[in-house]
């Protein structure tokens, strides 16, 4: 059984950072190409950033140069470092694998960008 779990998330001012983890089990990240999106309230989720298995990264406009995606492979953990936040990045992050696949979507981690 697939679980994908995310953590990290919280409340944070503008211009502040956090650091979200994705813990894998039943599935090897490495051997997949993995992405953290996010759902902002009346909003589709979007594809945040995406590594993948060879480590090449990408990143939705919005986030460049902000975000950044890393893997841990000992540890089978996926982690997104967000700096400089902004409110309008208020949202629930999770994890999954790219393309994303129904049953793996975990409760994911909210994220507040607010003052």
């Known amino acids: 059984q697939v679980q994908l779990v995310e953590s990290g998330g919280g409340l944070v001012q503008p211009g502040g950072s956090l650091r979200l983890s994705c813990a894998a089990s ?23 950033a995406a ?5 090449s990264t990408e990143y939705a406009d919005s986030v460049k ?17 967000m700096n400089s936040l902004k ?10 694998i790219r393309p994303p696949w129904d049953a793996y979507w975990g409760p994911g981690t909210q994220v507040t960008v607010s003052s």
């Open 65 to 81: 140069g902000r975000f950044t995606i890393s893997r841990d492979n000992a540890k089978n953990t996926v982690h997104l470092q």
């Open 87 to 96: 409110p309008e990045d208020t949202a629930v992050y999770y994890c999954n």
């Open 51 to 55: 590594i993948s298995v060879i480590g």
């Open 26 to 48: 039943g599935i090897r990240s490495p051997n997949n190409h993995m992405g953290w999106y996010r759902q902002a309230p009346g909003k589709q989720r979007e594809l945040v």
